[in-house]
C-alpha cells in the first residue's frame, strides 16, 4: 500500500467544478465514484478527501440516487473479494425455497443517524429471519448511536461470536454450518481505514453513511433487503439507487419520526422495489395486527451489554408476548419475510416446521404482514431462533480453535 500511496492523485479540478454548483459544471455520477474509489486505495491526500466529502455533502449530491449508485458499486468493488462460486456451491446445498422466495441471502439494515436511540431493531430482525430465510446481515461498531450491531453481537454472554473470524475466505464456512452471517464492516472493507479519522473530524453524516447499507460485501447473493432511512426525503433515493443497481426485492422503510426503522409508534413510509418497479405505501402496527407503542418505551438508551440482556432474552423466549420491544421486533422481522416472498406460500406445513393456519389477509402494498409477523412469532416461541444463533456462535468460534 505504501506504493500505491506514493502515487497520490490531484482532484482539485474535480473540487473546482462540484462547488458551487456541480450541475452547472457538468459534473457526472461517474467523476464523483471515481474520486470515492481513490480513497480506498489511499491515493487522495486527508485534505482533498476532506474537501470531496464536504462538496457533496453541502450541494446535496451525496444524496442523489444516480452517485449513492455508483458510490456503492465502487466501495464493493474495493471490499475484500469473496469466492462467490464456492459460496455459491454452500449456499445452493442450504437453499430451501417457499412462496416467492427462492432461498437467496436477505439483508436487513438501516442508515442511523435518527438519534432515536432505540433497541437495536434491525439487528435482533436478522436473527429471527435467519430461522427461515438465509441472511447475510452486514453491519459495524456504533457510529451515532450508544450500542451498535456489533457492540451488541459482541457483549452477548457467557460466549459472543467471533465476527473478526468471519472474512472472505471463511464466510463460505459460516454457512456450512449456519443459516445466519455477520458481516463486520472492518473486516470486508479494509479501504475504509484511510477515511475513518477524517469523517470523525469533520463532524457531520458523509456519504459513507448512506453507502453502509447498500455496501453489504455479497451484494451478488442478495436476494432481498429491507433498508431503513432517518429521512423521509431519502426514500425514494435508496429505492431508485436499488433499482439502479438491478436489486429485485426491497423495502425502503421511514418512519413519521424519522425513524430508520418500521415504527412500532404510528405510521411508516414505505417504497417497494419488485423487478424494477418502485410503489409507495404507509404501514402501520395495525396492519400487522399489533398494538402501537410509544418510541419511549423501546428506547432503552443502554449499555451493548444491557441491550445484550434484553436481545438474548427475546430469543431465549422469555420476554413478555406482549412486551413492546418483542412488538417492534416482531414487525420489522415481519418486513424482510414479507420482502422476501416466504409469506406468498399458501400453506405453512414445510421443511421449516412452521405449523398453523396462513393468515392470507393482504395489507397495504399487497404483503401478507400479518403472516409475517406469525412466521416470526413462531421464530422465538419454537426456539428456532436462539438455535440459529447457537449455530452462527459456534461456527465462528471454531475457526479460532487449535
Not at 505504501?2 to 459534473?27: G, H, M
Not at 470531496?52 to 449508485?69: E, K, M, S
Not at 423487478?275 to 404501514?283: A, D, E, P, Q, V
Request: aromatic letters at 6%; glycine letters at 8%; hydrophobic letters at 40%.
Amino acid at each position: 500500500m505504501d506504493a500505491i500511496k506514493s502515487q497520490q492523485i490531484s482532484i482539485t479540478p474535480l473540487l473546482k467544478r462540484l462547488w458551487p454548483s456541480p450541475e452547472d459544471a457538468k459534473v457526472t455520477a461517474d467523476e464523483i465514484a471515481l474520486a470515492i474509489s481513490r480513497i480506498f486505495t489511499n491515493q487522495l491526500s486527508p485534505v482533498q478527501t476532506g474537501a470531496l466529502l464536504t462538496c457533496l455533502h453541502f450541494t446535496g449530491w451525496d444524496r442523489r440516487a444516480d452517485v449513492i449508485y455508483k458510490c456503492a458499486r465502487e466501495m464493493r468493488d474495493a471490499a475484500s473479494l469473496v469466492d462467490y462460486q464456492e459460496l455459491d456451491k454452500v449456499l445452493k446445498s442450504r437453499r430451501k425455497t417457499e412462496g416467492l422466495y427462492q432461498g437467496g441471502l436477505c439483508d436487513i439494515v438501516g442508515t442511523g443517524g435518527d438519534d432515536h436511540h432505540t433497541f437495536n431493531i434491525s439487528t435482533t430482525s436478522s436473527i429471527l429471519a435467519s430461522s427461515i430465510l438465509l441472511v447475510a446481515k452486514h453491519g459495524n461498531r456504533a457510529s451515532t448511536s450508544t450500542s451498535g450491531s456489533a457492540d451488541l453481537l459482541c457483549a452477548i454472554k457467557p460466549t459472543p461470536p467471533d465476527l473478526q473470524a468471519i472474512t472472505n475466505k471463511t464466510l463460505p464456512k459460516v454457512y456450512e454450518k449456519s443459516t445466519y452471517a455477520f458481516l463486520f464492516a472492518p473486516m470486508f472493507h479494509p479501504g475504509m481505514k484511510y477515511v475513518a479519522a477524517i469523517r470523525k473530524e469533520l463532524g457531520w453524516r458523509t456519504i459513507f453513511n448512506l453507502l453502509g447499507p447498500l455496501a453489504n460485501p455479497v451484494d451478488d447473493a442478495i436476494e432481498a433487503r429491507v433498508i431503513g432511512v432517518a429521512r423521509r426525503d431519502l426514500g425514494p433515493v435508496f429505492a431508485e439507487a436499488l433499482r439502479l443497481n438491478g436489486s429485485k426485492k426491497a423495502l425502503i422503510i421511514c418512519g413519521e419520526e424519522d425513524l430508520d426503522e418500521l415504527s412500532c409508534a404510528g405510521r411508516t413510509f414505505c417504497w417497494q422495489l419488485v423487478n424494477g418497479k418502485i410503489s409507495h405505501f404507509t404501514l402501520s402496527p395495525a396492519d400487522f395486527g399489533l398494538p402501537e407503542h410509544p418510541l419511549s418505551e423501546v428506547s432503552p438508551g443502554l449499555s451493548p451489554e444491557n441491550n445484550a440482556m434484553i436481545l438474548k432474552k427475546l430469543l431465549k423466549n422469555e420476554m413478555d408476548p406482549d412486551d413492546p420491544i418483542l412488538h417492534f421486533v416482531l414487525i420489522n422481522t415481519a418486513a424482510l419475510l414479507v420482502t422476501a416472498g416466504v409469506c406468498d406460500a399458501d400453506t405453512s406445513l414445510n421443511n421449516k416446521g412452521i405449523k398453523g393456519e396462513v393468515i392470507k389477509e393482504r395489507g397495504p402494498g399487497g404483503g401478507r404482514w400479518k403472516e409475517g409477523v406469525r412466521r416470526a412469532r413462531w421464530a422465538v416461541e419454537s426456539g428456532a431462533a436462539w438455535s440459529s444463533w447457537e449455530d452462527f456462535v459456534e461456527v465462528t468460534n471454531s475457526f479460532s480453535e487449535p
